[in-house]
């Protein structure tokens, strides 16, 4: 079973639509985020959520919306998309992602979206 | 805020060579974690190693290991007897160690592995 999961791993959508990305994890962990890796690989936080609680909100479009029905989901939806959303976007999920811990966060396998 | 540099976007080594991969980083936090994480061209983000800035004692993981300075703010990678599967994009990363958790990564470095 994967560990986080997304769907769907690959979206190729038209300049104005409506997308979502729906992320799933079974380790039983309390916080999910969503990091973005742009043409550049490079790789940065967009959102966490804590047992259904946003915690991280980064400068991000207020396009950009995630949603967590429970701890367990993370959905981003992406109203009005542009060219500059192409990206890679990762769910990922860590034990307890509020304190000093330092839990290791894991990944899913990314959604690779691409706006033409 | 907390900065991780990466300073080699590219390296290749031929298999079962040795190779280090350095990352550097700029914080004022006395707790914080550090991580490697590796990235083949499945485009997975896998976890290579971890090191707690309170242990003195290096982490290691098999072939990996790592060299943490922390006076120097310094955290590099090494992997012994390189693979051919060890080709990856790999990323440094930083981790505060209160408040709300977060990884800050570095630019990645790409690294190949020759037969």
């Known amino acids: 079973d994967t560990a986080v999961s997304q769907t769907p791993k690959y979206l190729v959508t038209q300049m104005g639509n409506d997308k979502s990305i729906k992320c799933e994890q079974n380790?039983?962990?309390?916080?999910m985020y969503w990091y973005k890796q742009d043409s550049k690989k490079f790789l940065k936080i967009m959102f966490s959520?804590?047992?259904?609680?946003?915690?991280i909100n980064e400068t991000v479009p207020n396009r950009f919306s995630p949603k967590s029905p429970d701890k367990a989901h993370l959905n981003l939806h992406i109203n009005s998309l542009e060219l500059g959303d192409s990206a890679v976007y990762f769910c990922?999920?860590?034990?307890?992602?509020?304190?000093?811990?330092?839990?290791?966060?894991?990944f899913g396998e990314g959604s690779w979206l691409t706006v033409v | 805020a907390q900065t991780v540099t990466q300073s080699q976007p590219e390296m290749s080594v031929q298999e079962a060579e040795t190779v280090t991969l350095s990352c550097t980083y700029d914080?004022?936090?006395?707790?914080?974690?550090l991580f490697w994480y590796k990235q083949p061209p499945s485009r997975q983000m896998i976890l290579v190693i971890r090191?707690?800035?309170?242990?003195?004692q290096n982490a290691t993981e098999n072939r990996f290991s790592v060299n943490f300075q922390k006076a120097a703010k310094s955290f590099s990678l090494k992997i012994s007897d390189s693979q051919l599967g060890d080709t990856a994009m790999y990323f440094c990363?930083?981790?505060?160690?209160?408040?709300?958790?977060?990884?800050?990564f570095g630019q990645g470095t790409r690294l190949t592995i020759n037969p």
């Open positions: 990363a930083f981790m505060k160690g209160q408040g709300a958790q977060k990884l800050v």
């Open positions: 090191q707690e800035a309170y242990k003195q």
């Open positions: 380790l039983g962990h309390d916080t």
């Open positions: 914080t004022s936090e006395n707790n914080y974690y």
């Open positions: 959520y804590n047992n259904k609680e946003l915690i």
């Open positions: 990922a999920s860590s034990q307890d992602g509020t304190g000093n811990f330092g839990n290791t966060i894991y």
